[in-house]
């Protein structure tokens, strides 16, 4: 019966979401053992699967029976549970119920309270209660600095400001998100906001040089098309048209005042296309607007998506040139995903020198959570390949910091770091993790860990833990038959010399 679960997982891991509950409700009606964790983990996956799926009702009663069946009251996962039931509630408009899953979910887990903050505060707002939004998003700010929802409180806190019409606090807010999270798309859009309180505040040429700020820091994004239109504006009521002009005609780069109607059409029609599903006939659209308009005011959208057609036809070599098209335009608007799929595609051609750039440059421009990550596991991978020691230390390092790290990648993270140690003949800092991974010999990581733990002891002449560690492994077994033999091997070597050829002998023999 544990098949199914572990059938679900895979299914849920693939993104096969209906197929993973089909399993799982299996499982769970099946199983006679109802007071196992992986029973109760079997509902918060289901809870997941559903959530998904859109399907907030399901959703909600699968993850309130787990936090009834789950037993660690410590539990991360629990924590977390508690933020998904207050993600449903607010689905529903649930609002004063779902604030009160988010405050348990806080409680629970204070490291990782920032969300369930930041969705309290949020929920205050659309109560219209927004001095105590404001002092939410406050709170998160203070007691979480690092946190990656800081950027969304500050821009949170200035539209409170705006509803508040307290426009020099929103001001304050808005130039603070701009000037600590220049590369949050939030700074952009903040700035449209600075721009229009300074315009609304009758301070045009405060007004101006917020929107001449959006336009120069980025050029090509949406804010920027929007930026220049109100700049429009503002120049109109200062009747200085010449300067309007004269400021366009120096911008220069893709930045056009106004985009020929053919253009437009030609673009949207093909969008639609790309949109409905209809790739064959949105292929030809795209391609066939790039032809007559190579410089267009799309040509990066559509650059993209006909990226996004080869990559699912894993057309590759089509594909990530239509991505890199993407990155060297400028425009910020698929920026990320472009250099996400770049990355992929070089990984999986196995060109780890290109794809380990393109990992650390996502990095960088990653605001997407789980693309943070698969920056850092990228990294980390890629540099294992290229012998980079030191950059697959670092990856690992960062990936073992993340609160939400699944036990699969928590273990590749400690094994890549503890390998990177050994070559770097630092093998007394591999010591910890090696001894954690051990402790699993199911997977081949572990069985590998458990041999190299013998071997670090034998290295230095500590013949009794070496002995004692393969003991261990012999005893336990393992299905990776090659490092169980290689432990046989090293145990007739420390029997060798320790003058006990016979013993050695033994178990060399048993190797045959």
Not at 170 to 178: G, N, S, T, V
Not at 280 to 291: C, E, I, N, T
Request: hydrophobic residues 35%; proline residues 2%.
């Amino acid at each position: 019966n544990d098949a199914y679960f572990w059938r679900g997982e895979s299914y849920y891991r693939m993104g096969e979401y209906e197929n993973a509950i089909s399993d799982y409700r299996t499982y769970l009606n099946n199983t006679r053992q109802r007071n196992t964790d992986m029973y109760a983990l079997a509902y918060y996956n289901l809870g997941y699967s559903y959530f998904k799926l859109r399907d907030y009702s399901a959703a909600l009663n699968r993850f309130r029976q787990y936090v009834d069946l789950e037993s660690n009251r410590q539990a991360a996962s629990l924590a977390d549970a508690y933020n998904r039931i207050g993600d449903c509630l607010y689905q529903n408009r649930q609002f004063s119920l779902a604030e009160e899953n988010y405050s348990r979910a806080a409680q629970l887990s204070p490291s990782a309270g920032d969300y369930s903050i930041y969705q309290k505060g949020f929920l205050l707002g659309l109560q219209k209660d927004y001095k105590g939004k404001i002092s939410a998003m406050d709170r998160l700010i203070s007691e979480y600095p690092e946190s990656q929802y800081v950027d969304d409180a500050l821009f949170e806190k200035g539209r409170s400001y705006v509803l508040l019409e307290n426009s020099s606090s929103a001001a304050q807010a808005f130039e603070k998100l701009i000037r600590e999270f220049p590369q949050s798309s939030l700074a952009r859009k903040a700035g449209i906001q600075l721009g229009l309180l300074y315009y609304n505040d009758n301070q045009p040429e405060k007004a101006l040089a917020a929107y001449k700020q959006v336009i120069s820091n980025y050029p090509g994004s949406e804010e920027a098309k929007i930026a220049l239109q109100d700049l429009k504006s503002v120049y109109i009521d200062l009747n200085d048209i010449n300067a309007y002009a004269s400021y366009v005609n120096s911008i220069g780069g893709n930045i056009r005042l106004e985009v020929g109607e053919q253009d437009s059409l030609t673009y949207i029609a093909a969008e639609k296309l790309f949109m409905r599903g209809d790739n064959d006939g949105a292929r030809r659209s795209l391609a066939g607007y790039l032809q007559t308009f190579p410089e267009g005011a799309f040509s990066s959208n559509a650059n993209f998506y006909l990226g996004s057609i080869a990559f699912a036809k894993k057309e590759f070599d089509e594909a990530i040139q239509r991505f890199k098209s993407v990155i060297a335009s400028g425009d910020t608007k698929f920026l990320e995903e472009s250099v996400a799929r770049t990355a992929e595609i070089e990984y999986l051609s196995k060109d780890y020198p290109a794809a380990l750039e393109s990992f650390k440059r996502l990095q960088i421009v990653a605001e997407n959570p789980e693309n943070r990550q698969a920056a850092r596991l990228g990294i980390m991978r890629c540099a294992l390949q290229t012998g980079q020691q030191k950059d697959a230390l670092l990856a690992a390092d960062e990936l073992l910091k993340e609160p939400k790290l699944s036990p699969e990648l928590e273990a590749e993270a400690r094994y890549v770091r503890a390998k990177a140690y050994i070559a770097q003949k630092q093998a007394n800092k591999a010591l910890a993790d090696l001894k954690e991974l051990s402790k699993d010999t199911r997977t081949v990581h572990g069985a590998e860990a458990k041999y190299l733990l013998a071997q670090l002891y034998y290295d230095t002449n500590d013949d009794k833990n070496a002995e004692k560690v393969l003991m261990n492994f012999i005893e336990n077994g393992t299905p990776h038959q090659y490092w169980l033999a290689r432990g046989f091997i090293l145990l007739a070597d420390i029997y060798i010399r320790q003058g006990d050829d016979f013993q050695a002998r033994q178990y060399l023999t048993s190797l045959q």
